[in-house]
């Protein structure tokens, strides 16, 4: 069975342009490289970033910091997190998605560097977006950021890492963060393995499959058991407690393989009292707003900037 009739018609160039290869460990060095180079091809961001870099849990860590208004002070702000799987992209290499935040609402972004496994598994990279959020809030005067309006927002990969981000910031008295702000948010370390709860015949044909999801997870997870109380710091669906997580923007594709873990996740939230905006688009499958002049895209990037704009009172 194929889904490719029910993929929106504008977005049908993606499945052509980014066809699945498959992932092993001797290849991802290749994988990353290749994943870089897609980038590349969009030429220079709309801002510019400032590379600074801090003392993260495994040493010098860097962030990609937009400012489009450098001198400003108590602004809100987000700190964004890659997409990749777990296992390839970079906050060096995908620089248009943060910076064409900042530039278009005018605040303030900041682009973590974490660790990516298999080298660096559990906690590594969530450890290193922590990192970063305690540093946003930390010197928030100095950025020209109000430290009670930061976000955080991430894409596949990176939206698991940033729903991981505020339970870890929630758990341990970390920032209050303002809001979350997922896009199709990869949260359930069981989907497309033998123990998966979603068995949808409509999700994850394209793009990112179930054996890439296998893959990213059982990077990420080295020897961990995922048994003990931070198994919602791993795969934020296995967290049995939600309540007291900021306000949340989900945003996900009909034909997304993380469809039904991001539905799922949002009444989960709904029912622990936590206010969620919730957009699934037809026809879209993972990383659809890569072709921005689409119709969903255009729809994505109006529903998400508003829900930006209202949770952190830009003016």
Known sequence: MTTRHLVDPEILPLIDLMPFTGFTREGLPAARIASAERFAFLGEPPLAPQVKTIAGPG?????????PAPGTADRPALLHVHGGGMIIGSARSMQHGPSGTAAALGIPVASVEYRLAPEHPFPAPQEDCLAALNWLAENAAELGVDPAKIGIIGESAGGGLAAATALMARDTGGPALAAQFLTYPMLDHRT???SCTWRNPTTGEFIWTRE???FGWDALRGDYGADDERRGWFSPTL???????PPTWIGTGALDLFLDEDLDYARRLVAAGVEVELHCYPGAIHAFQAVAESRIAK???????AAITRLLQIA
Do not use: H, K, M, T
């Open 192 to 194: 497309g393995g033998p």
């Open 239 to 245: 967290a049995e407690d939600l309540s007291g997580l």
């Open 212 to 214: 890439s999801n296998v």
């Open 59 to 67: 040493g010098a860590l860097e962030i990609y910091w937009y400012d």
């Open 299 to 305: 729809a994505f990037v109006r529903d998400q900037f």
